[in-house]
């Protein structure tokens, strides 16, 4: 069978990606490696739908802050230089990236594709009627230095000039809101509170639809890992047997998180800016809900989130600039796992506590590729820490692309 198009990759971005597709009338299928959909990036991830989220990791100072972290292994950012070219370029395009005016026109971009996406999410929600433990309570962003909190107020203003609700609020409007915080008046300094942010596990919400689209007729190849992609096939291999096959379409997407990058030079000899940092999270049981928190929430000096689903509390931040190692970092899970206790001590089961690491595909300017890489491949990879947060609107892109 020839299909319209084949997507290749099943993650939040590939399986939404497949929605759209499907929703205009397309015969799609999905080539995923893994034994079901979002086993990856998308297995463990913060769980935030975070516009607020938007100001990208290149902005001015961040390159003085990285050489303070450099090298520190309990830092927010994590940095090991390898003998790469190509991290060595990732490196010099970010750098790029971090002068006012970059920032504050990447900011932007970001801005309007992440409140499409919060709009088309709510859409496919409705229209699914998927369950994933998902809250519209907003988020809100907290301080506990004055001068983290100045350089937050600026970038809410960029924010709101590109149409995002976002506004100031003191602690007391902040403990009033979220009372786990109540106990941490002598540190926190002030925040931001977005409204319409939301937060929800992508894992569930992946598989559901996966689910979803599989029960009106996507194909999903699980277990299979594309390899080759010339003209109009793709060839395919089996993990659990030596045995090769072939698929063919007329288009195909690439939205392989990470390794998009790895697949698109050994195919296409195309380098994309894209590297991958690794994030660790940690979930815990919630013993007492007075004490923990119903709002999600971002840390930003400690560039950790909080998102609650149901009785657990998902922990997630850090990043670590270190190739495509994917294993468990178990010492920086203990970095975010202590932060969090030290926050919220007494609502969480810390000594059972689940960890995990996955690779997250960032661009200098934290922008995704969301564009035709010839006349068959279309890209749609590079969301860096917003996979979640843009995958519908990303998704949407890619199908107005293909249907163009």
Known sequence: MKYDVIVLGGGVVGITTAFYLWERGLEVAVVERQPEAAEETSFANGGQISVSHAEPWANPGAQWQVLKWLMKKDSPLYF???????QLKWIAQWLRNCSRTRTDENTTNLV?????????????RRRT????????????????NQKELDKALYAMDVMRQAGLSIQPTTFDQMAQMEPALAHLGDRIVGGT??????SGDCNLFTKNL?????SNGVRFFYDSAAVALKDNRVEVHQHDSDTAFVLSAKQFVVAMGSYS?????????????????KGSSVTVPVIDSKKAPTISLTDDENKLVFS????????????????????????RCKVVHDKARDLFGDGCEWSNALYWSGLRPTTPSNLPYTERLNDTVVLNCGHGTLGWTLACGSAKRVADIILK
Do not use: C
């Open 129 to 144: 009627k998927l369950k994933y433990d998902h809250l519209t309570k907003g988020i809100l962003h907290f301080y506990q």
């Open 210 to 214: 996966a689910n979803f689209l599989e």
């Open 308 to 331: 609650r689903f149901g009785n657990r509390l998902r922990i997630a931040g850090t990043a670590e600039l270190a190739g495509w190692d994917s294993t468990v970092n178990v010492e």
């Open 80 to 86: 090991k230089p390898k003998a790469d070219l190509h």
């Open 112 to 124: 309007h594709l992440a409140m499409d996406s919060r709009r088309e999410l709510i859409r496919v």
């Open 193 to 198: 509170f977005a409204p319409n942010d939301e």
């Open 261 to 277: 990058y790895q697949f698109v030079k050994a195919n296409f000899g195309k380098e994309l800016m894209i590297y991958p940092a």
